[in-house]
T-cell receptor, first 112, second 110 residues
């Protein structure tokens, strides 16, 4: 049972574009939604996270938008750069980070 | 990476052989996790441990075993019962700031 559905599977944008990655969840008990960035051959690294009591959170060029009623959240990367090319995972958990459930991942390529 | 050391980086397993992947942390975190990563499938939880001498099965525990004798160490054994072990294995710890992952071990069956 896939509890977090992530789309698209892959994404190509031009430098300066705004890639958007979407995730949808099923379990309404989830209350912690992080995004991870992974470069080839490395472990994922926490990028940004949000709790359901806010609808948007920004950290630098990265923004999470959260729609609790639709059970959806998304990652926007402003002014994308070739160095942002990586795999991005959304995740969800109950009780602030316990037993994260991951989406399938999105491979992002930013063309220079 | 971030105080988590996974070794070896690459591992080759023959058919019918058990292999053990090492995960050591110096972050003083209680909770540790093992995930398996396959292309297009995200990360799937194998085993996790919230405290020394205790661990729980994750979603895909069949064919794997773990131990947690020390807070710093959470080794994963891939047994011969795991029919499709070729994958990228990731160890993680958990703090109030989220998960910290190691750099992974890539296991290949030869």
């Amino acid at each position: 049972q896939q509890q977090v559905k992530q789309s698209p599977q892959s994404l190509i944008v031009q430098k300066g574009g705004i890639p958007i990655i979407n995730c949808a969840y099923e379990n309404t008990a989830f209350d912690y939604f992080p995004w991870y960035q992974q470069f080839p051959g490395k472990g994922p690294a926490l990028l940004i996270a949000i709790r359901p009591d806010v609808s948007e959170k920004k950290e630098g060029r990265f923004t999470i938008s959260f729609n609790k009623s639709a059970k959806q959240f998304s990652l926007h990367i402003m002014d994308s750069q070739p160095g942002d090319s990586a795999t991005y995972f959304c995740a969800a958990a109950m009780e602030y980070g316990n037993k994260l459930v991951f989406g399938a991942g999105t491979i992002l390529r930013v063309k220079s | 990476d971030g105080g988590i050391t996974q070794s070896p980086k690459y591992l080759f397993r023959k058919e019918g052989q058990n292999v053990t992947l090492s995960c050591e942390q110096n972050l003083n975190h209680d909770a540790m996790y093992w995930y398996r990563q396959d292309p297009g499938q995200g990360l799937r939880l194998i085993y996790y441990s919230q405290i020394v001498n205790d661990f729980q099965k994750g979603d895909i525990a069949e064919g794997y075993s773990v131990s947690r004798e020390k807070k710093e160490s959470f080794p994963l054994t891939v047994t011969s019962a795991q029919k499709n072990p070729t994958a990228f294995y990731l160890c993680a710890t958990q703090s109030n700031y989220g998960y910290t992952f190691g750099s992974g071990t890539r296991l290949t069956v030869v």
